[in-house]
């Protein structure tokens, strides 16, 4: 006996801290790339834009060439022209193709530092920031309206022959974009070597590319493309640049900088192979700016970012803004207050004098040169001159876990952490008083605060049945302590 089953529901998509991410062939799929591609096609067409036209970029996962060329396709159908990269380009790059040519948006293929088996779907706002409530509103009401139905494409070849789509490279032109704010003559000069981690990711051989024929001895590793990422997350932070720390260890070079997947984010390791945080780089960043560039204009951190911002803030007179997690309200805050940086906890950095967006690439040239600055002023090797900004900054010991929860209580779970708290918060982690608490204004978990700074931070996924635990301490004891605290509160015990 023949059956016929049941059609199968549209995927319910739904824009995160930062795009959209999914399992490749299970959710990520070419009609749900479609569908999110005709969400941005009527975004651009209910402002009158089509003229403008639509960047379109991708990173170096499965197929994401392929996923690009279909998303092109339906913007190719409601005569919106095409901006195609020729090639896998770091998600920034989109941004400043955006802001160079006054595109009406952009659309990156990546999933950034996600698992090999994902991939993602961004929006660029036309200021190359990540996407805000004013398009994602636009975006999801479409995509929410089109499951299951035809979407309108036209073949790459007919857009390309009737003159709709031009293809780009933005390397000559970023490296142009990028001498108006960083003497690449004086990096190049340096008599130092660096190590540089991409990942097997987008950003291999940019950093190269840019610091080529001078003085400084880059090495790079982890350049090829691998869509397996060598079994790793392609996130800079440990365990996954583990190897780049080894090679450092052992002697022989004097910095390493690391990229993740779309080459976005930023990290960093000194001399010695010892991983500096994200959260140390945050603080880096802000002092670099404010003690070698004499900057004064304000800073935007997440609410999970460093403590460490407010002391150099108040250190040096700059005004310290606070947001909820993720660059679509960071980028728009930067751009509101007239920022000189934007930090994220997980290493993304954007600049007021560059782009209002994360650019992993930038930001690690930025630390190049602030440790070349340190070492003109005899704080060097970079250890030491960690140690001497910590002098000035406080200490930071950092950490994050997710903890994971059974799928069947998540939801009594979060209705346990985001309910009960806030009627019942604690007064006390591991025996240290709380001084005060904080509500994220996500609705999505709480910030807990002792009274040396030291803080602790839950927060809910809603996408995934975990919840992340954050905490920066006075000290290694304490922060290992916060974080057992925090464990404790999720899993109720």
């Known amino acids: 006996?023949?059956?016929?089953?049941?059609?199968?529901?549209?995927?319910?998509?739904?824009?995160?801290?930062?795009?959209?991410?999914?399992?490749?062939?299970?959710?990520?799929?070419?009609?749900?790339?479609?569908?999110?591609?005709?969400?941005?096609?009527?975004?651009?067409?209910?402002?009158?834009?089509?003229?403008?036209?639509?960047?379109?970029?991708?990173?170096?996962?499965?197929?994401?060439?392929?996923?690009?060329?279909?998303?092109?396709?339906?913007?190719?159908?409601?005569?919106?022209?095409?901006?195609?990269?020729?090639?896998?380009?770091?998600?920034?790059?989109?941004?400043?193709?955006?802001?160079?040519?006054?595109?009406?948006?952009?659309?990156?293929?990546?999933?950034?530092?996600?698992?090999?088996?994902?991939?993602?779907?961004?929006?660029?706002?036309?200021?190359?920031?990540?996407?805000?409530?004013?398009i994602l509103t636009v975006l999801e009401a479409a995509i929410a309206a089109n499951g299951g139905t035809a979407i309108k494409r036209r073949p790459l070849a007919d857009g390309e022959a009737a003159g709709l789509v031009e293809r780009f490279d933005p390397f000559d032109g970023y490296e142009q974009f990028v001498r108006r704010t960083i003497d690449l003559d004086a990096l190049r000069a340096a008599d130092i070597a660096i190590l540089v981690e991409p990942l097997y990711g987008a950003g291999s051989g940019w950093i190269p590319r840019l610091l080529r024929d001078g003085r400084i001895r880059v090495t790079e590793i982890h350049n090829e493309r691998n869509p397996y990422f060598g079994g790793i997350n392609p996130e800079p932070i440990r365990p996954n640049v583990d190897a780049a720390l080894d090679l450092m260890a052992g002697g022989g070079f004097d910095l390493g900088l690391l990229l993740d997947g779309d080459a976005d984010r930023a990290g960093a390791a000194d001399e010695q192979g010892t991983f500096i945080h994200q959260l140390q780089v945050t603080g880096l960043l802000m002092y670099h700016l404010a003690e070698h560039r004499k900057l004064r204009e304000p800073v935007v951190v997440s609410v999970n970012n460093t403590s460490m911002a407010a002391r150099l803030g108040t250190h040096y007179g700059i005004d310290v803004h606070e947001t909820a997690v993720g660059f679509k309200f960071i980028g728009p805050e930067m751009i509101r207050t007239g920022a000189m940086l934007g930090a994220e906890e997980s290493g993304g950095f954007g600049f007021g004098m560059h782009l209002p967006e994360r650019d992993g690439v930038y930001a690690n040239l930025m630390l190049l040169e602030l440790f070349l600055a340190?070492?003109?002023?005899?704080?060097?090797?970079?250890?030491?001159?960690?140690?001497?900004?910590?002098?000035?900054?406080?200490?930071?010991?950092?950490?994050?876990?997710?903890?994971?929860?059974?799928?069947?209580?998540?939801?009594?779970?979060?209705?346990?952490?985001?309910?009960?708290?806030?009627?019942?918060?604690?007064?006390?982690?591991?025996?240290?008083?709380?001084?005060?608490?904080?509500?994220?204004?996500?609705?999505?978990?709480?910030?807990?605060?002792?009274?040396?700074?030291?803080?602790?931070?839950?927060?809910?996924?809603?996408?995934?049945?975990?919840?992340?635990?954050?905490?920066?301490?006075?000290?290694?004891?304490?922060?290992?302590?916060?974080?057992?605290?925090?464990?404790?509160l999720v899993r109720g015990s």
């Open 374 to 488: 340190e070492k003109a002023a005899g704080r060097w090797p970079v250890s030491e001159a960690i140690a001497r900004f910590h002098e000035v900054a406080g200490p930071s010991f950092y950490r994050r876990i997710d903890v994971h929860v059974d799928r069947a209580i998540y939801a009594e779970t979060k209705r346990r952490l985001l309910v009960d708290l806030r009627e019942q918060a604690p007064t006390s982690l591991e025996s240290q008083p709380i001084e005060r608490t904080v509500a994220l204004d996500t609705n999505d978990g709480y910030k807990f605060f002792l009274a040396d700074g030291t803080w602790l931070l839950i927060r809910t996924s809603g996408t995934e049945p975990l919840v992340r635990v954050y905490t920066e301490a006075t000290s290694a004891d304490l922060r290992e302590a916060m974080l057992v605290a925090g464990e404790r």
């Open 1 to 134: 006996m023949t059956t016929i089953a049941e059609a199968p529901t549209p995927t319910t998509i739904v824009f995160g801290t930062d795009g959209w991410r999914a399992k490749v062939a299970d959710d990520f799929t070419f009609e749900n790339v479609r569908r999110c591609a005709d969400g941005v096609a009527r975004y651009v067409t209910e402002r009158g834009e089509q003229a403008k036209g639509v960047v379109v970029a991708f990173d170096r996962r499965f197929a994401s060439e392929h996923f690009a060329a279909a998303a092109a396709e339906v913007l190719l159908a409601r005569d919106i022209p095409v901006f195609l990269a020729t090639g896998a380009v770091p998600t920034q790059m989109s941004s400043y193709e955006v802001v160079q040519r006054g595109a009406a948006a952009g659309i990156v293929i990546t999933a950034s530092h996600n698992p090999w088996t994902d991939n993602g779907f961004k929006v660029k706002a036309p200021t190359g920031a990540a996407a805000g409530a004013e």
